[in-house]
């Protein structure tokens, strides 16, 4: 069976494209994540979670299209504050383990001048951490507001 949300540890919400695309009303994008695969990071949408049992256990996985590693002139230009990346869809699915989703991020598409193409660039939400250490969860704070 799959499923849409995946709550983080840090007390976000992920959500994934396959619900998110069936929605009528335009839901809140978060099914772009932060990942930390082998040993490095990495950004991905997030198509859908799933359980799985191997060797008698049970285990949750998502299937990510990861995108590209960010356009290296441009992270350099920018002293790395501008990571931007090319959206590859299906051409780079990978399952993962759900532990290796670190963040919620929102990629914006944008065309840079001078850089052929659509990149996405990443926007990190500021303050999560002391978010975290005061034991307040995101979707708490999204409810207030409404």
Request: proline fraction near 4%; hydrophobic fraction near 40%; include cysteine.
């Amino acid at each position: 069976t799959k499923w849409a949300r995946l709550r983080l540890p840090n007390g976000q919400v992920t959500r994934s494209a396959w619900k998110e695309r069936a929605m009528t009303k335009q839901p809140r994008m978060a099914r772009n994540v932060k990942l930390l695969l082998d040993g490095q990071t990495a950004i991905g949408e997030v198509y859908f979670y799933f359980n799985m049992t191997i060797h008698d256990r049970r285990k949750t996985f998502a299937m990510v299209s990861v995108y590209s590693d960010p356009h290296q002139d441009l992270l350099q230009r920018s002293f790395h504050t501008v990571f931007a990346c090319h959206h590859r869809g299906d051409n780079s699915l990978r399952l993962i383990e759900i532990c290796a989703i670190q963040s919620v991020v929102a990629m914006v598409p944008h065309q840079f001048p001078g850089i052929n193409g659509t990149l996405y660039y990443l926007i990190e939400r500021p303050g999560l951490d002391i978010i975290r250490i005061g034991g307040i969860n995101e979707e708490d704070i999204l409810d207030e507001d409404l």
